[in-house]
Each structure stands twice: as structure tokens, then as C-alpha cells.
């Protein structure tokens, strides 16, 4: 069975600073990797997803993805956060194959904005 | 605006009434998905659907029923079954379980009064 793994249930970084969210995934095939953002109280919206090609992938709101296969990880990151992406983070991992497979979600990490 | 919408926003029951969360889609998905989230515990499912009139639990389903009538809808019953049932509840869909993106509506918050 797929999981994923976030291992920083907090994070707090300043305006302007450099961001990087760590996800790990456990699935013995090619992963589907997403990542959502969610404000409070609302549904979670999609920032990327990686399917398969290039490992680097764009996102909306400038959020960039890695996908390293020999580390089982697809950390998002980006480059320069602002006040408005303070908010819970989601890294998901769907099957590759037709079936009754599930999407499943880590426990997030929510990121906190200082001035 | 094509979009998935989950009604009410907020719901409050009594212990020991059952109560139905309602979602409908009108993306032309066929996959739905309830999702139950919690402070730390990230999302988990509930129950999932691929195509109308078939269903399956997920990782909690105990306490919960669902029905697939229409592919535009997937309601949620939350039972007197159900121990612990004040959580937010999300309702997703995508075009095909597992191999696609999915879209969430804005989640009903159910507090047990």
C-alpha cells in the first residue's frame, strides 16, 4: 500500500526567504505526486502534480516540485514566499494503475509567515 | 462554473442522530471521494466511488454510509454509529480514480452537539 511522509508538521519562515516543504512517498510502481494548499476552512486547491517526463515541475503561484525517484521524495519549493502562502500544505501519492486504488495524503505541514 | 459543491457549510447534530452531508459535481467525473480531515491527521478516506451505483471503503469507513445513485452526486450519512464524528469533511472527484488530479469542494464542518 502507498503512503507519504511529511515529516515537518510546522514550518515558519520569513517574507521574501527561500521555502522548501519535504515529501516522502513509500510505492513499489511509479507514483502519481500532487500537491495541494489549503486555507483555513476552505477545500484544498492543486498547486502541481507529477506524472512522469521531466522531474521538475511548475505550479501555480510559482511552487516548483522535484521528484527524485532514488530518494523516494518530491519536495516543493520556491523561491521567494509571500505573506498570502501562509497556509496547510498536502503532499499526496495516487497508483499508477487502473483499480480500486486511493489517493493518500500526508498530515500536512503549515507554514507560517513572519514579516 | 463547473466545480464540486458541498452543502451546508457548517452542520450541527444532536448525539445519536444520524445526519447526511450532500456533494454534487457537475465536472462530468466519475470517480467521488469522501475524505474526513482532522487537526494533524492529515486526510482520510472515507469511501470512494469509480462509477455509479459502486462503492468502496476506505480507511474509516465504520460509522458512514454512502450512495452512488446519480454520477453527479455522492451523499454522506454520518450514523449514531459513529463515535467520534465532529471533523471537517471534504467531498473530491476526478476523472479516473488514482490516475488523475482531484478537485475538492470547500468541506462541511459537522460538530456533534
Not at chain 1, 34 to 48: A, D, I, K, R, T
Not at chain 1, 86 to 93: D, G, I, K, R, S
Not at chain 2, 14 to 38: F, I
Amino acid at each position: 500500500a502507498q503512503s507519504v511522509t511529511q515529516p515537518d508538521i510546522h514550518i515558519t519562515v520569513s517574507e521574501g526567504a527561500s521555502l522548501e516543504l519535504r515529501c516522502n512517498y513509500s510505492y513499489g510502481a511509479t507514483p502519481y505526486l500532487f500537491w495541494y494548499v489549503q486555507s483555513p476552512g476552505q477545500g484544498l486547491q492543486l498547486l502541481l502534480k507529477y506524472f512522469s517526463g521531466d522531474t521538475l515541475v511548475q505550479g501555480i503561484k510559482g511552487f516548483e516540485a522535484e521528484f527524485k525517484r532514488s530518494q523516494s521524495s518530491f519536495n516543493l519549493r520556491k523561491p521567494s514566499v509571500h505573506w498570502s502562502d501562509a497556509a496547510e500544505y498536502f503532499c499526496a501519492v495516487g497508483a499508477s494503475n487502473f483499480g480500486n486504488e486511493k489517493l493518500t495524503f500526508g498530515t500536512g505541514t503549515r507554514l507560517t509567515i513572519i514579516p | 462554473d463547473g466545480g464540486i459543491t458541498q452543502s451546508p457549510k457548517y452542520l450541527f447534530r444532536k448525539e445519536g442522530q444520524n445526519v447526511t452531508l450532500s456533494c454534487e459535481q457537475n465536472l462530468n467525473h466519475d470517480a467521488m471521494y469522501w475524505y474526513r480531515q482532522d487537526p494533524g491527521q492529515g486526510l482520510r478516506l472515507i469511501y470512494y466511488s469509480q462509477i455509479v451505483n459502486d462503492f468502496q471503503k476506505g480507511d474509516i469507513a465504520e460509522g458512514y454510509s454512502v450512495s452512488r445513485e446519480k454520477k453527479e452526486s455522492f451523499p454522506l450519512t454520518v450514523t449514531s454509529a459513529q463515535k467520534n464524528p465532529t471533523a471537517f469533511y471534504l467531498c473530491a472527484s476526478s476523472r479516473r480514480q488514482g490516475r488523475t488530479e482531484a478537485f475538492f469542494g470547500q468541506g462541511t464542518r459537522l460538530t456533534v452537539v
